[in-house]
Nanobody, 122 residues
Framework: QVVLVESGGGLVQAGGSLRLSCAAS????????MGWFRQAPGKERKFVAAIGRTVYYADSVKGRFTISRDNAKNTVYLQMNSLKPEDTAIYYC??????????????????WGQGTQVTVSS
């Protein structure tokens, strides 16, 4: 069984930075896609970033966020810089146990973390 545990969320002022971590157990993070999605109150869960053989970003975070992984620690990270109030959301780490190229869609993933709150004040 694969378990993902996020950490690193919190409250930050606009322009600040946070780094989210996603520790995986039961499966190597180097296998298939790992991703980050976010969900603001009353909104759908949306794609933020994914890492496979390369990395992919939503247009809204490109140039500000960086996804990376440490295979030795079996952990995926999301470095978030130049944060904006509209980045406020619950951030979810996710992974695949069955490979899919549709990294942009929630349906491509079958393992989810519990989420971590990120709040950006103006």
């Amino acid at each position: 069984q694969v378990v993902l545990v996020e950490s690193g969320g919190g409250l930050v002022q606009a322009g600040g930075s946070l780094r989210l971590s996603c520790a995986a157990s039961g499966r190597a993070v180097s296998s298939y896609f790992m991703g980050w999605f976010r969900q603001a109150p009353g909104k759908e869960r949306k794609f933020v970033a994914a890492i496979g053989r390369t990395v992919y970003y939503a247009d809204s975070v490109k140039g500000r966020f960086t996804i990376s992984r440490d295979n030795a620690k079996n952990t995926v990270y999301l470095q978030m810089n130049s944060l904006k109030p509209e980045d406020t959301a619950i951030y979810y780490c996710t992974g695949q146990t069955v490979y899919s190229t549709m990294y942009y869609y929630t349906s491509a993933y079958d393992v989810w973390g519990q989420g971590t709150q990120v709040t950006v004040s103006s």
